[in-house]
């Protein structure tokens, strides 16, 4: 090249086509439907909008620690109180 830049190489200029794969081919099925095509246009819409924790993220960290804080110390309980009844069936 005249700007003193080198050329690219061959596959990098005309790549292969992509692999027809089953995922591919499936997605190339379910385009050819009308309704399956805005089924799956409708889940992607669904999917793309923020999450409730992603819009107030300090309430979902209380909410969450709270959770996380009484799953913990009902398992916690819990093992004790396991303990407690094989301590107390061995004697």
């Known amino acids: 090249m005249a700007d003193g830049r080198t050329p ?3 596959w990098l200029r005309n790549p292969e086509p992509p692999r027809m794969t ?3 081919r499936l997605s190339t099925w379910v385009d050819g439907r009308p309704r399956l095509r805005a089924a799956r246009r409708a889940w992607w819409a669904r999917r793309s909008r923020t999450r409730w924790s992603e ?7 209380i ?3 709270v959770v996380v804080g009484v799953t913990a110390s009902v398992l916690v309980a819990g093992a004790l109180y396991l303990f407690f009844l094989a301590k ?4």
Do not use: C, D
Request: aromatic share 4%; glycine share 10%.
């Open 22 to 24: 089953v995922g591919r």
């Open 55 to 61: 819009r107030h993220p300090v309430p979902a960290a």
């Open 63 to 65: 909410i969450s620690f």
């Open 8 to 10: 690219l190489p061959e």
């Open 88 to 91: 107390e069936s061995g004697r």
